[in-house]
């Protein structure tokens, strides 16, 4: 799992590429988000753009990004998606929870 972390407009903006499919780089990815929560940062975008492929592992990131930032009266978003990973989604009801947006852009306006 590789991603990058950015900020923009007081919003975390997780960046994942490849496959999403969990491992050793999530606890770092996770201190990291707790870290950014603890400091201020209240809103996430989630730019899956470049992820390829999501087991239930990717799937779990997703739900304990989302609660995280859910658990300090923030919010998180998905963007970019492509069609196979919001048909996941939808198949998983995740979309009912989680919001989905076509651009990074728009997702940072709507977070």
Avoid: C, H, P, W
């Avoid at 590429?17 to 491992?23: E, W």
């Avoid at 730019?47 to 739900?63: C, H, Q, W």
Wanted: net charge negative.
């Amino acid at each position: 799992m590789k991603y990058t972390l950015t900020e923009q407009n007081n919003t975390l903006i997780i960046t994942f590429q490849g496959d999403l499919i969990g491992g050793s780089d999530s606890l770092e990815l996770m201190d990291t988000i707790n870290d950014k929560i603890n400091n201020g940062v209240a809103k996430a975008v989630i730019n899956m753009n470049d992820v390829r492929y999501m087991n239930s592992s990717g799937i779990g990131i997703l739900i304990t990004i989302f609660t995280k930032f859910k658990n300090k009266n923030g919010n998180a978003v998905v963007s970019n998606a492509s069609d196979q990973i919001i048909k996941l989604l939808t198949i998983t009801k995740l979309d009912t929870v989680i919001k989905l947006f076509s651009t990074q852009d728009e997702a940072i306006e709507g977070v």
